[in-house]
C-alpha cells in the first residue's frame, strides 16, 4: 500500500529558481490538498482539490500553483521561489465525502524545502 | 473563518498518568474532526476522526470526544507511555470547504 507519496523528500532551492513537488495518491481518492507547516504554527491550506480538473485556494496560495489532470496526481508548483517559502510542505487526500465513505484524511511524509 | 485552537501547547506528564488534551473550534458548523500524531520530522497519522453527528471514537488506549454545539473536542490517553511522546494535533473540516483546519498542536513529552 503506496498511500500518498511525495516527491522530493528534500530540496534546497535558490531565491528565483522554480520547481514542483509532487504528490500521488493510490487510494482513488476525490480530494487533495497541499498544506504548508511552519514552526509554531501549524498547518496552513495551499490549495485544494475536489476532483480532476477542479482546484480552489486556501490560506496561503500566493506564489503556488496547482492543477488536477488525474484523480491521482496533484503536484504543487513554486513559480518563483522566495526564502519565506521555506517550509515543510504536506499533501493529503480523502474521499469525497458525496460517496458516503469514510472520509478520514491521509498524509503524504512531506518535503522539507529550503530557499536560499 | 475557521479557527482551531490547542491547549496546552506542551505537556510533560511521568509514565502511567492519564491525560486529557484540549481543542476548541470557533464555528460549529463541521463536517469531521480528526485528531493526529506527528513525531519529530514525520508526517501525519491519523489517529482517530469523528464525524459531525458522532459523540465520540475510542481505538485503544485513546478516546476523543465531540461537543459539536460548544466546539469542543477532546483526546483522552489511558496509561501514557514514552512511546506516546509526540505532537498531537486535531483538525476540523467545515461543511462548506472540502479541506481541514488545523490547530498548532500539543506537544507531549512522557517521562520514563
Known amino acids: 500500500n503506496a498511500g500518498v507519496t511525495q516527491t522530493p523528500k528534500f530540496q534546497v532551492l535558490k531565491t528565483g529558481q522554480s520547481m514542483t513537488l509532487q504528490c500521488a495518491q493510490d487510494m482513488n481518492h476525490e480530494y487533495m490538498s497541499w498544506y504548508r507547516q511552519d514552526p509554531g504554527m501549524g498547518l496552513r491550506l495551499i490549495h485544494y482539490s475536489v476532483g480532476a480538473g477542479i482546484t480552489d485556494q486556501g490560506e496561503v496560495p500566493n506564489g503556488y500553483n496547482v492543477s488536477r489532470s488525474t484523480t491521482e496526481d496533484f503536484p504543487l508548483r513554486l513559480l518563483s521561489a522566495a526564502p519565506s517559502q521555506t517550509s515543510v510542505y504536506f499533501c493529503a487526500s480523502s474521499y469525497s465525502r458525496d460517496r458516503g465513505l469514510n472520509t478520514e484524511a491521509f498524509f503524504g511524509q512531506g518535503t522539507r524545502l529550503t530557499v536560499v | 473563518k475557521q479557527e482551531v485552537t490547542q491547549i496546552p501547547a506542551a505537556l510533560s506528564v511521568p509514565e502511567g498518568e492519564n491525560l486529557v488534551l484540549n481543542c476548541s473550534f470557533t464555528d460549529s458548523a463541521i463536517y469531521n474532526l480528526q485528531w493526529f500524531r506527528q513525531d519529530p520530522g514525520k508526517g501525519l497519522t491519523s489517529l482517530l476522526l469523528?464525524?459531525?453527528?458522532?459523540r465520540e471514537q475510542t481505538s485503544g488506549r485513546l478516546n476523543a470526544s465531540l461537543d459539536k454545539s460548544s466546539g469542543r473536542s477532546t483526546l483522552y490517553i489511558a496509561a501514557s507511555q514514552p512511546g506516546d511522546s509526540a505532537t498531537y494535533l486535531c483538525a476540523v473540516m467545515d461543511t462548506g470547504r472540502r479541506a481541514l483546519t488545523f490547530g498548532s498542536g500539543t506537544r507531549l513529552q512522557v517521562q520514563p
Open positions: 469523528i464525524q459531525s453527528s458522532q
